[in-house]
């Protein structure tokens, strides 16, 4: 049932191309220019009326929320807020009629989502969820939302729910900046076009496998490792980091690259690897100075790269190599080698990859 892999977590980093594209289709025509999610039609005023947006998740599925409040902030124009579920529900949040909620969750049931998810409908929010699995409690407890088409995730370290959940809320926007007027059709459609080819695309990202399991090798004895990304990588930093740390036990931390100097930069000698997201983007000179600082402090630098990328290259002790995107979409793709190389660190470390300690699929707990 692994399919030939050695482990569900590898099955299911492999499958992205294909259950991305399952998320969309039927969704997305980007030929006659349409984005269509059945969940949404009905409730597009809602979004496009709402004062705020206000993003609950735990775990991963924040992550994708925290992509999500930049794609939304930048394409549809509405103020994001993305909050830990745990933290949300016991803070008294300010929230009302006028607030428009997105509850993420692969499992549908994580314990402090649903709570918070209670806890808005009762103060009056619309509540819209992005689950995976088909009548969860969440799916039920939300008052419309979108599935990812992930299929079943085993592996305790969720990454295809992650690329299908930003496939989703990156839909979601395109549909509300198309209604709400905030994106030319000129850019719609660039961006139709471009999610349409994320899955070959995340293919050709993953060919660059045995290049990871060689930098894997080189770093699998690292105590400590800083993930470093700006914009819409940063959230694709903590990712990253958060992937090595649950599978590999090997304590790592991801930072907006500019937050170092106020602080993580003092961890830098030339013991520390750091991962910096240093894709071709608005920010490519400044990751390129941020690199230039930790180099100056002998830190190794393990850099995910445009195609092409001849700068950061030649600066960068191991380079992973991403296909170009528009820059919102290049979490999807910024993301897979990060997922690679947290795998064959592990299985070279010789940890349970697909069920690591201390650690539960679903934390229906709080
Ligand atoms: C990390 C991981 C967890 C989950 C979190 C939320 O790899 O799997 O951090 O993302 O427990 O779970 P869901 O998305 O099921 O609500």
């Given at each position: 049932e692994k399919g030939g892999y050695d482990h569900f977590?590898?099955?299911?980093?492999?499958?992205?191309?294909?259950?991305?594209?399952?998320?969309?289709?039927?969704?997305?025509?980007?030929?006659?220019?349409?984005?269509?999610?059945?969940?949404?039609?009905?409730?597009?005023?809602?979004?496009?009326?709402?004062?705020?947006?206000?993003?609950?998740?735990?775990?991963?599925?924040?992550?994708?929320?925290?992509?999500?409040?930049?794609?939304?902030?930048?394409?549809?124009?509405?103020?994001?807020?993305?909050?830990?579920?745990?933290?949300?529900?016991?803070?008294?949040?300010?929230?009302?009629?006028?607030?428009?909620?997105?509850?993420?969750?692969?499992?549908?049931?994580?314990?402090?989502?649903?709570?918070?998810?209670?806890?808005?409908?009762?103060?009056?929010?619309?509540?819209?969820?992005?689950?995976?699995?088909?009548?969860?409690?969440?799916?039920?407890?939300?008052?419309?939302?979108?599935?990812?088409?992930?299929?079943?995730?085993?592996?305790?370290?969720?990454?295809?729910?992650?690329?299908?959940?930003?496939?989703?809320?990156?839909?979601?926007?395109?549909?509300?900046?198309?209604?709400?007027?905030?994106?030319?059709?000129?850019?719609?459609?660039l961006y139709l076009r471009a999610l349409e080819l994320i899955p070959n695309q995340v293919e050709e990202?993953?060919?660059?496998?045995?290049?990871?399991?060689?930098?894997?090798?080189?770093?699998k004895d690292a105590r400590n490792f800083l993930y470093l990304g700006r914009g819409y990588n940063f959230p694709v930093a903590l990712e990253g980091a958060l992937k090595l740390k649950e599978i590999s036990y090997i304590h790592a931390e991801g930072y907006p690259a500019a937050e170092m100097k106020h602080g993580p930069i003092a961890l830098i000698d030339e013991q520390m690897p750091v991962v910096v997201i240093a894709i071709k983007s608005d920010h490519y000179d400044k990751v390129v100075s941020n690199i230039q600082e930790i180099k100056a402090r002998k830190g190794k630098i393990i850099a995910v790269v445009s195609k092409g990328d001849t700068v950061v290259k030649e600066m960068a002790d191991y380079v992973m190599e991403v296909p170009h995107t528009m820059e919102a979409l290049t979490p999807l793709l910024t993301t897979i080698p990060l997922q690679l190389l947290s795998y064959h660190i592990a299985v070279m470390l010789n940890r349970n990859v697909d069920q690591p300690r201390n650690l539960a699929k679903s934390v229906t707990v709080e």
């Open positions: 977590m590898l099955k299911e980093i492999y499958e992205q191309p294909s259950v991305i594209k399952d998320t969309y289709r039927g969704r997305l025509l980007a030929d006659q220019g349409i984005v269509r999610l059945g969940g949404l039609e009905n409730y597009i005023e809602k979004f496009t009326n709402a004062q705020r947006i206000i993003i609950v998740a735990c775990g991963t599925s924040w992550h994708a929320g925290l992509v999500a409040e930049y794609i939304f902030e930048d394409l549809v124009r509405i103020p994001v807020e993305v909050e830990y579920a745990s933290e949300f529900r016991y803070r008294n949040p300010i929230i009302s009629e006028k607030d428009v909620v997105i509850a993420i969750s692969q499992s549908g049931e994580t314990a402090d989502t649903l709570a918070a998810i209670k806890l808005a409908k009762s103060k009056g929010a619309f509540v819209y969820g992005v689950c995976n699995v088909v009548g969860s409690s969440i799916s039920r407890e939300t008052h419309s939302g979108t599935y990812t088409h992930a299929g079943p995730e085993i592996g305790v370290a969720s990454t295809k729910a992650f690329t299908t959940q930003i496939t989703v809320l990156a839909m979601i926007a395109l549909r509300l900046a198309k209604a709400k007027g905030t994106i030319s059709q000129s850019d719609f459609m990202a993953l060919k660059t496998d045995d290049k990871i399991t060689e930098i894997s090798a080189a770093f």
